[in-house]
């Protein structure tokens, strides 16, 4: 299984970015799919994750609603939608993969991880 992550950049604080993420080598509708970020403070953290189906997902409290996951089972896409970023949001981001969770924050859970794609949010 590999994933591979796209859509970061650089943007002004306040705007939006979507962040996309394909699986190949796999059944992609029976992963449950996550987001986690690396910063200079924290090597991985936790932005929210989406059920295989796609019918629940769940987010770490600093989304505070402005991110939202969702998943495309016919195309093997998860999305990461982000608006009103801020300048805090300045990371790498990576998608992950489990086969074995329904929803989880926890990283070890997960299987497989992408490489990630950076996304920067000036001030």
């Known amino acids: 299984v590999q994933l591979q992550a796209s859509g970061g950049g650089l943007v002004q604080s306040g705007n939006s970015l979507r962040l996309s993420c394909v699986l190949s080598?796999?059944?992609?509708?029976?992963?449950?799919m996550a987001w986690f970020r690396r910063t200079p403070a924290k090597e991985r953290e936790f932005v929210g994750a989406i059920t295989r189906s796609g019918d629940r997902t769940y987010y770490e409290d600093f989304v505070k609603g402005r991110f939202t996951i969702s998943r495309d089972n016919t195309e093997n896409t998860v999305s990461l939608q982000m608006n009103n970023l801020e300048f805090e949001d300045t990371a790498l981001y990576y998608c992950?993969?489990?086969?074995?969770?329904?929803?989880?924050?926890?990283?070890?859970?997960?299987?497989?991880w992408g490489r990630g794609t950076q996304v920067t949010v000036s001030s």
């Open positions: 992950a993969a489990s086969k074995w969770v329904t929803l989880s924050g926890r990283s070890h859970q997960y299987d497989y």
């Open positions: 080598g796999g059944n992609f509708a029976t992963y449950t």
